[in-house]
């Protein structure tokens, strides 16, 4: 079972992460089906990002916020503090970028959004702690608007009450707010 895929910017290669197999890239640009992948990193596989620009410049993903960079084809590890702590980071790691804006990379835990400017060399936090999440789950998100890089989007569910909401910055990550757009019980909208 694939998590996350990427695809090289202008060719027909692809990088993912599988459960249970660790995240595998392709190579020849081609999209035949006996097209061979070539293991990257172990573990469970999660999500991926294959750098806009470099096309030697990825970011494979394990759970628990286990982060790998590869800059010109050579590996390191990526990870943001909170990393390996199964009580503030998710199984599943999530990450994210926008192709117009491709070396900020976003990640999340249950402390907040974390931000790297340097496609993830070096992380900084944006907490929330507005009803965010008091829990890690493999329910917690961010995600970066493809028309906008400036809108990402965080949180890990919604509920009526407002005791959970999703937040959004408008300033690429830099800032978080509660979006405010769920339906409260008197039926007013927020």
């Not at 992460?17 to 596989?45: E, L, P, R, Y």
Request: hydrophobic content about 30%.
């Amino acid at each position: 079972q694939f998590y996350g895929a990427a695809k090289q910017n202008g060719m027909d290669n692809y990088l993912a992460g599988a459960q249970d197999n660790g995240s595998w890239i392709s190579q020849g640009d081609d999209s035949s089906k006996s097209k061979s992948f070539n293991s990257v990193t172990g573990g469970d596989g999660f999500e991926a990002i294959w750098h806009y620009n470099n096309p030697n410049d990825i970011i494979t993903t394990s759970q628990t916020n286990v982060i790998y960079r590869f800059i010109n084809s050579q590996g390191s590890s990526a990870n943001i503090p909170d990393s390996r702590d199964s009580d503030k980071s998710p199984f599943y790691t999530k990450v994210a970028n926008a192709n117009n804006n491709p070396d900020v990379i976003f990640t999340v835990s249950t402390s907040g959004v974390w931000r790297s400017t340097d496609f993830a060399e070096n992380w900084n936090l944006i907490p929330i702690s507005s009803n965010f999440t008091p829990f890690a789950s493999s329910s917690l998100n961010v995600k970066v608007s493809s028309a906008d890089p400036n809108t990402v989007w965080a949180g890990a569910l919604m509920t009526e009450s407002g005791a959970f909401t999703l937040h959004v910055s408008q300033d690429n990550g830099q800032t978080f707010n509660p979006a405010g757009i769920y339906d409260n019980p008197n039926g007013e909208h927020n």
